[in-house]
């Protein structure tokens, strides 16, 4: 099972946590997307990174 986490006080879901570590590597994704011009070969870039977001967020949970 997944700790919570404490800030302040305040209990906060270990999801939120992962969500933000898998946005983080959305970031850093991005900017080598546009290094490789990414939109060329998908037919909706923003459809295609949401799914590489919820793939990256369910290997985090995965795998910790």
């Not at 270990?14 to 546009?34: D, N, T």
Request: net charge positive; proline share 2%; hydrophobic share 65%.
């Amino acid at each position: 099972m997944h700790q919570d986490l404490h800030f302040g006080g305040v209990f906060v879901s270990s999801f939120v946590g992962y969500a933000l570590i898998a946005f983080a590597v959305l970031i850093v994704l991005r900017l080598v997307f546009a290094r490789i011009r990414f939109s060329r070969y998908v037919a909706n870039a923003p459809l295609a990174e949401a799914g590489i977001f919820v793939c990256v967020l369910a290997l985090l949970i995965a795998l910790t």
